[in-house]
T-cell receptor, first 114, second 119 residues
Framework: GESVGLHLPTLSVQEGDNSIINCAYS??????FIWYKQESGKGPQFIID?????DKRQGQRVTVLLNKTVKHLSLQIAATQPGDSAVYFCAENTGSGGYQKVTFGTGTKLQVIP | GAVVSQHPSRVICKSGTSVKIECRSL??????MFWYRQFPKQSLMLMATSNEGSKATYEQGVEKDKFLINHASLTLSTLTVTSAHPEDSSFYICSAKRGFGGGTNNEQFFGPGTRLTVL
């Protein structure tokens, strides 16, 4: 079936460096993508989103890139800080109208080395 | 704004008992709420979509008679795990979406999760 998956399960980054977390998706009909951050024992926290009619969107220290040609999504975190250590999920929104759902990828654990 | 709460945050119960988990949108009305389950070191798996005033839509493989969902108001949805067994032990997370339909705001707001342990 359709799925969203990640290339790397764990990413270790030195504090201050930039982090890049990648995600591959397979549902070409998805029109909306979201990145979430989940700290241990907590619910997911929205980071940034992007619609399929865009290829780049920037937030505070974060940038999401979308390549629809190869169905690839990435999250870039600038100047990674210890507080960025968490599991990051990409997710895609599917469906339409009153029935839409968010499907989560497998997650990447980001470890920031002080 | 857009805060979602869950109660309880943690529950331990005996096998065979039922457990109810509440999900509330504190400062907005949520016509749609979602229930997810997350096992350790795994991703969130959608269990069901709940629209206020109508029956929940369950994902494939989720037993609707075991996981009872009620969305009686625009700010409250409940998940009842009936006759819980150790394999039901998991982290249950709800989310709520403002508004209805696609529109321009698809953002979901997640609760903090409920850790269920069945002995």
């Amino acid at each position: 079936g359709e799925s969203v998956g990640l290339h790397l399960p764990t990413l270790s980054v030195q504090e201050g460096d930039n982090s890049i977390i990648n995600c591959a998706y397979s549902n070409s009909a998805s029109d909306y993508f979201i990145w979430y951050k989940q700290e241990s024992g907590k619910g997911p926290q929205f980071i940034i989103d992007i619609r399929s009619n865009m290829d780049k969107r920037q937030g505070q220290r974060v940038t999401v890139l979308l390549n629809k040609t190869v169905k690839h999504l990435s999250l870039q975190i600038a100047a990674t800080q210890p507080g960025d250590s968490a599991v990051y999920f990409c997710a895609e929104n599917t469906g339409s109208g009153g029935y839409q759902k968010v499907t989560f990828g497998t997650g990447t654990k980001l470890q920031v080395i002080p | 704004g857009a805060v979602v709460s869950q109660h309880p945050s943690r529950v331990i119960c005996k096998s065979g008992t039922s457990v109810k988990i509440e999900c509330r949108s504190l400062d907005f009305q949520a016509t749609t709420m979602f229930w997810y389950r997350q096992f350790p070191k795994q991703s969130l798996m959608l269990m069901a979509t709940s629209n206020e005033g109508s029956k929940a839509t369950y994902e494939q493989g989720v037993e609707k008679d075991k996981f009872l969902i009620n969305h009686a108001s625009l700010t409250l949805s409940t998940l009842t795990v009936t006759s819980a067994h150790p394999e039901d032990s998991s982290f249950y997370i709800c989310s709520a979406k403002r508004g209805f339909g696609g529109g321009t705001n698809n953002e979901q707001f997640f609760g903090p999760g409920t850790r269920l342990t069945v002995l």
